[in-house]
T-cell receptor, first 116, second 113 residues
Framework: DARVTQTPRHKVTEMGQEVTMRCQPILGHNTVFWYRQTMMQGLELLAYFRNRAPLDDSGMPKDRFSAEMPDATLATLKIQPSEPRDSAVYFC??????????????FGPGTRLTVT | GDSVTQMEGPVTLSEEAFLTINCTYTATGYPSLFWYVQYPGEGLQLLLKATKADDKGSNKGFEATYRKETTSFHLEKGSVQVSDSAVYFCALGPDTGRRALTFGSGTRLQVQP
């Protein structure tokens, strides 16, 4: 039963600290996404990779957030420095795009981040 | 631009009641349509999908029909259970100029025993 895994599941940190969230996409998937979910804003797309290349990070605050895929089995999302307004649940998702009409996306369990 | 509009929640029903969650969309092209479900403390899970007009997606007793003429993809279930309590998200699939899923704001369903 292939799944997207995320670590850590929970993170509490102080303002100004660096936070790194990790994601292992489903083997063979060619797209990876990072989302942020808050009560106020709902589900926001932060970044999107296809075949490990970043295609869209327009939803991400550039001054403090960065997303990378060092290899096909690992995606990372970093926040430096973190701020209380970054508190949210961060989801990674992976998918396989075969055609416009053949596409599915699977989500990880999320990392709940609290910045105090 | 492309968008998905869902009915405001929460939707509160008694067990065994009939469920409808409305979803309408605005999009260029002919995207696939999806419903995702998020149980408390978990990530989103794909519930069902439809890839072209008049297709019906179904799973776990839930159904939704892709209606191009009304640009809708309403989610229905004939008899809800307490275990169906969750947040439901309607989404547009990728298409020309749209690289990722476009999600609605989500509708919370609460089913009471």
């Amino acid at each position: 039963d292939a799944r997207v895994t995320q670590t850590p599941r929970h993170k509490v940190t102080e303002m100004g600290q660096e936070v790194t969230m990790r994601c292992q996409p489903i083997l063979g998937h060619n797209t990876v996404f990072w989302y942020r979910q808050t009560m106020m804003q709902g589900l926001e797309l932060l970044a999107y990779f296809r075949n490990r290349a970043p295609l869209d990070d327009s939803g991400m605050p550039k001054d403090r957030f960065s997303a990378e895929m060092p290899d096909a089995t690992l995606a990372t999302l970093k926040i430096q420095p973190s701020e209380p307004r970054d508190s949210a649940v961060y989801f990674c998702a992976s998918g396989l795009v075969l055609s416009q009409n053949s596409y599915e996306q699977y989500f990880g369990p999320g990392t709940r981040l609290t910045v105090t | 631009g492309d968008s998905v509009t869902q009915m405001e929640g929460p939707v509160t029903l008694s067990e065994e009641a009939f469920l409808t969650i409305n979803c309408t969309y605005t999009a260029t092209g002919y995207p696939s349509l999806f419903w995702y479900v998020q149980y408390p403390g978990e990530g989103l899970q794909l519930l069902l999908k439809a890839t072209k007009a008049d297709d019906k997606g179904s799973n776990k007793g839930f159904e939704a029909t892709y209606r191009k003429e009304t640009t809708s993809f309403h989610l229905e279930k004939g008899s809800v259970q307490v275990s169906d309590s969750a947040v439901y998200f309607c989404a547009l699939g990728p298409d020309t100029g749209r690289r990722a899923l476009t999600f609605g704001s989500g509708t919370r369903l609460q089913v009471q025993p």
